[in-house]
């Protein structure tokens, strides 16, 4: 919905959590990946699930591109609201606690060319022509004239954008952490009132589309806290201001000419196109191309709102994981009791086994029961090493991973489906008495696993499948559990203490 360019950013919920300081998991089991905050990659995060964030602590999602990484960055509070005024001019201190930030005027984190203050205030001083030059394609994509020039009338660069779009934050939150925020009773209340409420569009979709309702609440919860934070930047702005600002403007064009074709078809009219900084909108928080490809008109009324309709919405969302490749009746993964002495290089992505074969490794379900189809394919997933839960994750977590690219975002998903459908909380406990790593620690820690000759890549202190691989390797010298979870004792040791 939220690689250079997953359809998500960083995704929904990361872009936010970009915005907001509250940052996904960190320590080893995740890591912020070039592309673009879902995700953040987008961010995308339309996903745009914040993305730098998503990035620097879940797993390899790229960092903004597919969505814009912020829904549940959304949820958690969209503060940051479009600048008002000439963004080109020279950044003032901000004043007092409340309103708009304005930008920095400092160069972005990323080191990327197009980041650097002169660089953006060079961009910024040329938006009126650079959004005048994309009329010829918004022509061809058949928006008309008269359309173009109503919507992009007044439309300034928000160069708040390029301090969220490349922020590093010092701190993250351990995956636990995260789950706390978006699993809690309040959240789940409200989910079995909008499951209750909607039954008979849920029912339909159900049954039109395969894709369990519970997974599909769980995303418009999580992505939106219900419809109740949304992000409230223009996406028209927003969009318009990647598209000709900072690092990632050939995606963004994209996603701005596909905004501007929304309105001029009229599905959606310009007070509810407003979303994340990213240009994520709506209650399970579109990317405006993921809208155009998956977007449905379920009541029939000539119009595809999947703002204010609840119909749409169930329906499109539905629609998105169906073509994804949701599998009908199939659950996302188990809660899996990791053995002593458990070989964790197969805790890998590509390292998928049946779970017979996962069955014969020692790996059972946490609850005790047997697994119900010994040839479902699954690959294991230990998000707090060898001290905290496992999990088989099936197909229908990948395609959880599509909407938004970050492991973390995907296990809250599954795990909160799973609790409004009546389950339990997760059987074992996080181990909790750890301390998640700062950035200045992981890049650290980096710097001594590649002084060891452990670790080959350039220290940023983002951890992804490299930094876990030089870990691990690590850990197995050192007599350790070969997880890859870094940890203030893993440092420690590195360090020679």
């Known amino acids: 919905m939220c690689g250079a360019t997953k359809r998500r950013q960083a995704g929904p919920a990361f872009v936010k959590l970009l915005e907001t300081g509250v ?105 009126d022509n650079c959004v005048a030059g994309m009329w ?141 900084w990213a240009g994520a909108f709506g209650p399970t928080q579109f990317m405006p191309t993921a809208f155009k490809r998956y977007a449905v008109d379920a009541d029939g009324d000539g119009r595809r709102d999947v703002v204010d309709n609840p119909y749409d919405l169930i329906a499109s969302t539905a629609n998105n994981l169906k073509k994804d490749g949701w599998q009908s009746g199939a659950t996302w993964g188990y809660e899996i009791v990791i053995p002593r002495g458990f070989n964790f290089m197969l805790a890998d992505r590509s390292k998928a086994m049946t779970l017979a074969q996962w069955d014969a490794q020692g790996v059972k379900r946490a609850n005790g029961k047997p697994f119900p189809n010994g040839a479902d394919k699954a690959y294991l997933l230990a998000p707090a090493g060898s001290e905290g839960p496992g999990f088989l994750m099936l197909q229908n977590f990948r395609v959880i991973m599509k909407y938004n690219p970050a492991e973390a975002y995907a296990l809250a998903i599954g795990h909160f489906a799973d609790r409004l459908r009546g389950g339990p909380p997760f059987v074992q406990p996080w181990p909790r008495q750890e301390r998640v790593l700062s950035r200045t620690e992981r890049l650290e820690l980096q710097q001594l696993l590649a002084q060891r000759g452990f670790y080959r890549g350039t220290p940023d202190g983002q951890f992804g499948g490299q930094t876990r691989e030089a870990l691990r390797a690590f850990q197995v010298s050192a007599g350790l559990p070969a997880d890859g979870f870094a940890t ?10």
């Open 136 to 276: 010829p394609d918004a022509a061809r994509r058949g928006v008309s004239q008269q359309s173009f020039r109503r919507y992009t009338a007044g439309l300034q660069p928000d160069l708040r954008i390029m301090d969220l779009m490349d922020s590093q934050p010092e701190f993250t939150k351990a995956i636990w952490e995260y789950l706390d925020i978006l699993v809690n009773d309040n959240r789940m209340a409200k989910g079995r009132e909008i499951l209750a409420k909607y039954k008979a569009e849920f029912d339909a979709v159900e049954k039109a589309y395969g894709v369990d309702r519970y997974i599909v609440a769980s995303i418009w919860g999580i992505e939106s806290n219900y419809s109740t934070q949304m992000g409230d930047r223009s996406v028209l702005n927003s969009t318009a201001t990647l598209a000709c600002v900072g690092r990632r403007q050939k995606y963004f064009k994209d996603e701005f000419l596909v905004a501007l074709e929304i309105l001029h078809r009229g599905d959606l009219r310009p007070e509810q196109l407003r979303g994340s």
């Open 488 to 497: 203030a004792a893993v440092l420690d040791r590195l360090r020679g203490r």
């Open 23 to 127: 940052g996904p998991v960190a320590g080893g089991a995740f890591e912020r990946t070039g592309q673009g905050m879902k995700r953040h990659i987008a961010l995308t995060i339309g996903r745009a699930g914040a993305w730098l964030l998503a990035a620097t602590l879940l797993a390899q999602g790229p960092a903004i591109a597919q969505s814009s990484g912020d829904g549940v960055s959304n949820f958690l509070n969209n503060i940051f609201a479009p600048k008002p005024g000439n963004s080109a001019q020279q950044p003032q201190a901000a004043t007092g606690t409340t309103g708009p930030l304005p930008w920095t005027g400092e160069d972005g984190a990323s080191g990327h060319p197009l980041m650097t203050a002169s660089a953006i205030r060079e961009a910024a001083a040329n938006f």
